[in-house]
């Protein structure tokens, strides 16, 4: 069932990144620009505040959703990407290239996903999956699906 999350994700990129600035959430739609496996990879400007919440702290939920299908994503943005995938994500998003001048002027991100949640709404009953990537476990079920910290 994660192999079917990972996929959902592949082909549905645009999505809602949450942050955190300070004690108010702030929800903002964004738009996966590369995925390898379960690690998602995003392009911001270092002048927009959702860089400045995600410096003063990564941890964030990315949620897509489609045809009563959603998968929700948590981790830490991690801002150590490699050069070649922040020239890829570039020479691959015709937006950005409209947007900024080279590859190089921007802010890259990764989130390596530690948790996800499935939830397919269209079958009676609804499917509800709960992965847990760092420890390998899962749960099913909308009632106790819970992992302990």
Not at 14 to 32: K, M, N, Y
Not at 46 to 58: A, G, I, S, T, W
Not at 62 to 91: E, N, P, T
Not at 119 to 145: C, M
Request: proline content about 5%; charged content about 30%; hydrophobic content about 35%.
């Amino acid at each position: 069932m994660i192999e079917h999350a990972i996929k959902f994700l592949k082909s549905h990129v645009e999505g809602v990144l949450a942050t955190v600035d300070g004690d108010h959430p702030r929800l903002r739609a964004f738009q996966i620009m590369k995925q390898e496996g379960s690690t998602l990879f995003f392009a911001t400007s270092e002048r927009k505040e959702v860089y400045c919440q995600l410096q003063k702290n990564p941890n964030v939920e990315f949620l897509v959703m489609h045809d009563r299908v959603s998968v929700r994503c948590s981790g830490r943005a991690d801002f150590d990407v490699d050069d070649s995938d922040k020239q890829w994500i570039y020479d691959h998003n015709e937006v950005l290239r409209r947007l900024y001048p080279s590859y190089d002027t921007m802010a890259y991100f990764k989130l390596p996903i530690e948790r996800m949640d499935y939830y397919d709404l269209r079958p009676t009953p609804p499917i509800h999956k709960s992965f847990d990537l760092s420890s390998g476990e899962s749960h099913d079920g909308f009632v106790g699906a819970r992992f302990s910290k």
